[in-house]
């Protein structure tokens, strides 16, 4: 490893808004202690900054004062250099600033002006030194001190060695007893460092050994003897055993001394398969829970810079998680919009995860039942390896799928018996009031979905027809029960709900559009015995909550599961027959490029939690456009047709997969300077590219988002389009370094997002 020597000039990325590095003198106190990668403190403005040295020997510019770093507190660098390379290229590619981008390789502690070193986390431990005393040695040691006594056979019988905190806790000894004993010199007391982990805590399951399918058996030899550096792209349908594949090829890399990441949407939502994984691998795996502390964060790092670990598993920002001879990157569900992180860098996870594994020839798998179209495309082009599980395995069967046309039944008369009457009607078709009764009679169990939370959607006026809107955002309030609030899901402003519309002074205000609040309640109504528990973002806030809730529907003690998308994903019950879609057109409609895509997506996962066991299983999807086609083809669970269908949509005008996206949006409190703003910025990009300094880019845009308002702020965008990658980097970089707006309005947000998943 290089060192600076005495005197040399070093780049600084410092973790602040601007799109530079800064020079740095290293003088001889600090010398052969600063490297790239390395941690130092440096003046900037009259502050005390953290940065990190991304680069040795920086050219000195004539006329320059240049200070010098003040500290430098690792021994070792903190990041190692392929990091700060991938860092690099993310400030390059997601046009961030270079300090920004290196803070997504440091935990939380490391970044501190202050506190250079975590101090690790200790307990005290008791340890019986020498020979036990016998019996009658025993009467004449403790004598009357019977629980000097008692506590130093309880600490016998734990084998010899346990923590104070144990004995004190759990076995109720105070803390003048330990003391006692130890001025006897009976035990030692050590003081031992721990990792703070809590998952050590929640029981590693072994897992039996499966044999793998035949399918299952090619995918991993693939995998096992690719060459390095190389994109598998895995659609394996639901149920396929996805997994077990992951599970042979992290075996195959921790078999030649390597180290592995395994990506996964949310760490909360998928509790099973991070089970399988330390059922498998144990130890060596260390779980990146977003619930994490920072101390425990920290722990789990160190642990995978040390090797003590080998294998990370965790939501996006796993895929920075500091190991060294990286072997391979698994991306499971690839396709989820989770791996784009939604501020500064707005990095994807998923492009992130090939530039490492590239860099290192590492191997890289994207899995999914439904691949992201831009995965599709570059597998069929041949930039990705097509791996293929077209079945469920053991014989399974992807489950039936049934439609009720909510549209008809609606119309009354003409449909399917007589038009609903009460709240439960209009919600739970007949179809799926029989299913669910017949599971509850056999004890199997169902799972519902619902994308939207709350209890009914927006509250409208009979009379006038106005809905309740939130006076920061555009759009409606959410009612929700316990308490009775009308919420907004973006800004979290609430209100009480008025007894008379704010229009028309209208008595009669009617709830619209039931949320899962409401069908919980009507669930409850209905199946007054049956076991019901509720996921959503209101009952999964704490730390386990999705895990207690997903024990007890393995328990058994839970008959209906019903909630939003966090129930679509990962969860491979046995016992779950049924899966019903309460209404499917939630989000199918929304003004966005990837609106079909994202519904497929949904139903097909949500479908794939049904009939994952020799019972099988049935869908039941309730639905106003049962002939859209990512309902036509979630139906019959055939992905090839959904793309040919949606991939026609995107050629005029063109989306992704045909050309790259960067989202320019514009904010300001004003209406007017948002507008403002994004019309001078959209006239500045129109010289740049009339100008040809940059080709191949078409500018569509500056248009009101179809948010238009998101906490207080009004939101304009400018969309840039192009089939070439560097010439958009050239022009956002153009862009983020030298446009200055006309009109100078206070509190003016520009946020670029390239690559973006959503546009709203
Ligand atoms: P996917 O991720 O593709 O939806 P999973 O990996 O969750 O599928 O596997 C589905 C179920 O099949 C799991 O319960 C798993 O234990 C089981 N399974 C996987 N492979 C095999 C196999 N070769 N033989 C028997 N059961 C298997
Ligand atoms: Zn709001």
Same mark, same amino acid.
């Given at each position: 490893?290089?060192?600076?020597?005495?005197?040399?000039?070093?780049?600084?990325?410092?973790?602040?808004?601007?799109?530079?590095? !800064?020079?740095?003198?290293?003088?001889?106190? /600090?010398?052969?202690? @600063?490297?790239?990668?390395?941690? +130092?403190?440096?003046?900037?403005?009259?502050?005390?900054?953290?940065?990190?040295?991304?680069?040795?020997?920086?050219?000195?510019?004539?006329?320059?004062?240049?200070?010098?770093?003040?500290?430098?507190?690792?021994?070792?660098?903190?990041?190692?250099?392929? /990091?700060?390379?991938?860092?690099?290229?993310?400030?390059?590619?997601?046009?961030?600033?270079?300090?920004?981008?290196?803070?997504?390789?440091?935990?939380?502690?490391?970044?501190?002006?202050?506190?250079?070193?975590?101090?690790?986390?200790?307990?005290?431990?008791?340890?019986?030194?020498?020979?036990?005393?016998?019996?009658?040695?025993?009467?004449?040691?403790?004598?009357?001190? $019977?629980?000097?006594?008692? %506590?130093?056979?309880?600490?016998?019988?734990?084998?010899?060695?346990?923590?104070?905190?144990?004995?004190?806790?759990?076995?109720?000894?105070?803390?003048?007893?330990?003391?006692?004993?130890? $001025?006897?010199?009976?035990?030692?007391?050590?003081?031992? @460092? +721990?990792?703070?982990?809590?998952?050590?805590?929640?029981?590693?399951?072994?897992?039996? *050994?499966?044999?793998?399918?035949?399918?299952?058996?090619?995918?991993?030899?693939?995998?096992?003897?690719?060459?390095?550096?190389?994109?598998?792209?895995?659609?394996?349908?639901?149920?396929?055993?996805?997994?077990? +594949?992951?599970?042979?090829?992290?075996?195959?890399?921790?078999?030649?001394?390597?180290?592995?990441?395994?990506?996964?949407?949310?760490?909360?939502?998928? *509790?099973?398969?991070?089970?399988?994984?330390?059922?498998?691998?144990?130890?060596?795996?260390?779980?990146?829970?977003?619930?994490?502390?920072?101390?425990?964060?920290?722990?789990?790092?160190?642990?995978?810079?040390?090797?003590?670990?080998?294998?990370?598993?965790?939501?996006?920002?796993?895929?920075?998680?500091?190991?060294?001879?990286?072997?391979?990157?698994?991306?499971?569900?690839?396709?989820?919009?989770?791996?784009?992180?939604?501020?500064? *860098?707005?990095?994807?996870?998923?492009? +992130?995860?090939?530039?490492?594994?590239?860099?290192?020839?590492?191997?890289?798998?994207?899995?999914?039942?439904?691949?992201?179209?831009?995965?599709?495309?570059?597998?069929?082009?041949?930039?990705?390896?097509?791996?293929?599980?077209?079945?469920? @395995?053991?014989?399974?069967? /992807?489950?039936?799928?049934?439609?009720?046309?909510?549209?008809?039944?609606?119309?009354?008369?003409?449909?399917?018996?007589?038009?609903?009457?009460?709240?439960?009607?209009?919600?739970?078709?007949?179809?799926?009031?029989?299913?669910?009764?017949?599971?509850?009679? &056999?004890?199997?169990?169902?799972?519902?979905?619902?994308?939207?939370?709350?209890?009914?959607?927006?509250?409208?006026?009979?009379?006038?027809?106005?809905?309740?809107?939130?006076?920061?955002?555009?759009?409606?309030?959410?009612?929700?029960?316990?308490?009775?609030? /009308?919420?907004?899901?973006?800004?979290?402003?609430?209100?009480?709900?008025?007894?008379?519309?704010?229009?028309?002074?209208?008595?009669?205000?009617? =709830?619209?559009?039931?949320?899962?609040?409401?069908?919980?309640? &009507?669930?409850?109504?209905?199946?007054?015995?049956?076991?019901?528990?509720?996921?959503?973002?209101?009952?999964?806030?704490?730390?386990?909550?999705?895990?207690?809730?997903?024990?007890?529907?393995?328990?058994?003690? @839970?008959?209906?599961? &019903?909630?939003?998308?966090?129930?679509?994903?990962? &969860?491979?019950?046995?016992?779950?027959?049924?899966?019903?879609?309460?209404?499917?057109?939630?989000?199918?409609?929304?003004?966005?490029?990837?609106?079909?895509?994202?519904?497929?997506?949904?139903?097909? =996962?949500?479908?794939?939690?049904?009939?994952?066991?020799?019972?099988?299983?049935?869908?039941?999807?309730?639905?106003?456009?049962?002939?859209?086609?990512?309902?036509?083809?979630?139906?019959?669970?055939?992905?090839?047709?959904?793309?040919?269908?949606?991939?026609?949509?995107?050629?005029?005008?063109?989306?992704?997969?045909?050309?790259? %996206?960067?989202?320019?949006?514009?904010?300001?409190?004003?209406?007017?300077?948002?507008?403002?703003?994004?019309?001078?910025?959209?006239?500045?990009?129109?010289?740049?590219?009339?100008?040809?300094?940059?080709?191949?880019?078409?500018?569509?845009? *500056?248009?009101?988002?179809?948010?238009?308002?998101?906490?207080?702020?009004?939101?304009?965008?400018?969309? %840039?389009?192009?089939?070439?990658?560097?010439?958009?980097?050239?022009?956002?970089? !153009?862009?983020?370094?030298?446009?200055?707006?006309?009109?100078?309005?206070?509190?003016?947000?520009?946020?670029?997002?390239?690559?973006?998943?959503?546009?709203?």
């Amino acid at each position: 490893m290089t060192r600076a020597d005495p005197g040399t000039l070093i780049e600084v990325a410092l973790p602040l808004p601007l799109f530079q590095t !800064f020079t740095y003198l290293v003088d001889d106190s /600090l010398a052969n202690a @600063v490297t790239v990668g390395s941690r +130092v403190v440096v003046p900037f403005r009259q502050r005390r900054q953290i940065g990190v040295c991304v680069r040795l020997g920086a050219e000195r510019k004539p006329g320059t004062r240049i200070k010098k770093v003040l500290d430098a507190p690792d021994p070792e660098p903190v990041v190692a250099d392929d /990091l700060v390379s991938l860092c690099n290229w993310i400030a390059e590619y997601y046009v961030a600033p270079p300090g920004v981008a290196l803070r997504l390789a440091l935990p939380v502690l490391l970044t501190g002006a202050d506190a250079p070193r975590p101090k690790p986390r200790t307990r005290r431990m008791l340890r019986i030194t020498g020979e036990p005393p016998s019996l009658i040695e025993r009467d004449a040691i403790f004598g009357r001190a $019977k629980q000097q006594r008692a %506590l130093f056979e309880a600490i016998e019988a734990l084998g010899g060695s346990t923590s104070a905190e144990h004995l004190r806790d759990q076995l109720g000894f105070t803390p003048a007893v330990i003391a006692g004993l130890e $001025k006897r010199g009976l035990v030692t007391v050590e003081e031992e @460092v +721990v990792a703070r982990d809590p998952f050590l805590s929640r029981a590693i399951v072994p897992a039996p *050994p499966l044999e793998p399918t035949s399918a299952q058996r090619s995918a991993i030899e693939a995998l096992s003897a690719a060459s390095g550096a190389e994109t598998f792209l895995l659609h394996g349908v639901t149920g396929s055993g996805k997994t077990l +594949v992951y599970i042979e090829l992290l075996r195959a890399v921790l078999g030649r001394g390597k180290s592995a990441i395994v990506l996964v949407p949310e760490i909360a939502l998928t *509790p099973q398969t991070v089970d399988r994984f330390r059922g498998a691998f144990g130890d060596a795996v260390a779980v990146l829970h977003s619930a994490l502390s920072d101390g425990e964060r920290y722990d789990a790092w160190l642990a995978l810079k040390r090797s003590e670990k080998r294998i990370a598993v965790g939501a996006r920002s796993a895929v920075f998680a500091p190991v060294s001879d990286l072997g391979a990157i698994i991306v499971d569900e690839e396709h989820e919009a989770s791996y784009k992180q939604g501020e500064a *860098p707005r990095y994807h996870a998923r492009e +992130v995860a090939i530039m490492r594994a590239h860099a290192a020839g590492a191997v890289v798998v994207l899995g999914s039942a439904t691949p992201s179209l831009e995965s599709w495309v570059n597998a069929e082009a041949g930039k990705y390896r097509l791996l293929r599980l077209p079945d469920r @395995v053991a014989g399974g069967k /992807l489950p039936q799928v049934e439609i009720v046309n909510l549209r008809r039944r609606f119309s009354g008369g003409n449909g399917t018996g007589p038009a609903p009457a009460t709240d439960y009607e209009r919600t739970i078709s007949p179809e799926l009031d029989e299913a669910l009764h017949a599971r509850l009679a &056999l004890k199997q169990q169902s799972i519902l979905l619902l994308n939207r939370r709350g209890y009914a959607s927006f509250i409208q006026c009979d009379e006038c027809g106005y809905v309740a809107v939130c006076p920061n955002c555009s759009i409606t309030l959410t009612h929700h029960r316990t308490p009775e609030r /009308l919420i907004c899901h973006y800004c979290l402003h609430q209100e009480d709900p008025a007894a008379n519309c704010a229009r028309c002074g209208g008595t009669t205000l009617r =709830q619209r559009g039931v949320g899962t609040q409401r069908v919980e309640r &009507l669930l409850g109504e209905r199946f007054p015995a049956a076991g019901i528990a509720r996921m959503d973002v209101d009952t999964t806030s704490g730390k386990w909550a999705h895990v207690d809730i997903l024990d007890r529907v393995a328990s058994g003690e @839970v008959d209906i599961l &019903l909630g939003t998308q966090m129930i679509a994903k990962g &969860l491979d019950f046995a016992n779950v027959t049924l899966v019903g879609v309460v209404d499917a057109d939630v989000g199918i409609n929304l003004p966005d490029f990837r609106a079909s895509e994202r519904c497929f997506q949904l139903l097909s =996962q949500v479908a794939g939690r049904a009939g994952r066991g020799p019972k099988g299983g049935s869908v039941i999807i309730q639905t106003r456009v049962p002939e859209h086609h990512a309902v036509v083809h979630a139906l019959t669970h055939d992905y090839a047709a959904f793309v040919a269908a949606e991939i026609e949509g995107r050629r005029e005008p063109a989306y992704p997969p045909f050309v790259r %996206l960067a989202n320019i949006v514009f904010s300001a409190v004003e209406e007017s300077a948002a507008m403002e703003l994004a019309t001078s910025a959209a006239e500045w990009m129109s010289r740049l590219l009339v100008a040809g300094q940059v080709e191949g880019i078409t500018q569509v845009g *500056p248009a009101p988002c179809p948010i238009e308002r998101i906490k207080n702020r009004w939101r304009w965008h400018l969309l %840039l389009k192009s089939s070439q990658p560097g010439s958009l980097t050239r022009a956002l970089r !153009f862009f983020a370094e030298r446009f200055e707006p006309a009109t100078a309005t206070a509190q003016r947000r520009i946020t670029i997002d390239r690559d973006p998943v959503s546009l709203l």
